[in-house]
């Protein structure tokens, strides 16, 4: 039975055919967004809002155009697309997050000390017997057949 010999790994072969991959972009796998961000389309969907032109609109243009997309998809993206955008030319300036702000009810909770000597209106409960009830230390009657207090 002949042996079968596995051929040399060439690094330059695996370099060669990897860069060829890389370079004609899987078309099939380019979502919606990223679509969105193509600067053609990106410029032309900030001319119609320029234009006092609503997202639904936007929208149902895209649509009619063959590129099905909800109103609120379509809004979402851009919001994000917008969102990156900003994010690239903010991490310059060092802007704070959302999660590096304190939240109000901290602020609130640290505004309002609390007195110590201060007690609360607290009254015990009543029970509406003249003689206040049973005692605490007194066992519950939780019934049965036969119990030697009710005697």
Same mark, same amino acid.
């Given at each position: 039975m002949p042996t079968e010999t596995k051929p040399a790994f060439d690094a330059d072969k695996i370099v060669a055919a990897l860069d060829k991959?890389?370079?004609t972009p899987n078309e099939s796998r380019v979502g919606l967004k990223e679509r969105l961000k193509e600067p053609r389309i990106y410029?032309?969907?900030q001319k119609a809002k320029a234009q006092k032109r609503?997202? &639904?609109e936007i929208a149902d243009a895209m649509n009619a155009a063959g590129i099905e997309i909800k109103a609120g998809t379509l809004g979402l993206y851009l919001r994000e697309i917008e969102n990156e955008m900003k994010g690239a030319s903010d991490d310059k300036s060092g802007s704070k997050s959302k999660a590096d702000k304190p939240r109000k009810a901290a602020a609130t909770a640290?505004?309002?000390p609390i007195a110590a000597t201060e007690k609360p209106d607290v009254?015990? &409960?009543d029970?509406?017997?003249p003689d206040g009830g049973k005692k605490?230390?007194?066992a519950p009657n939780m019934g049965g057949a036969f119990n030697q207090n009710d005697l």
């Open positions: 991959l890389a370079a410029e032309a969907i609503t997202i &639904a640290e505004a309002k009254k015990p &409960a029970s509406g017997k605490l230390t007194q």
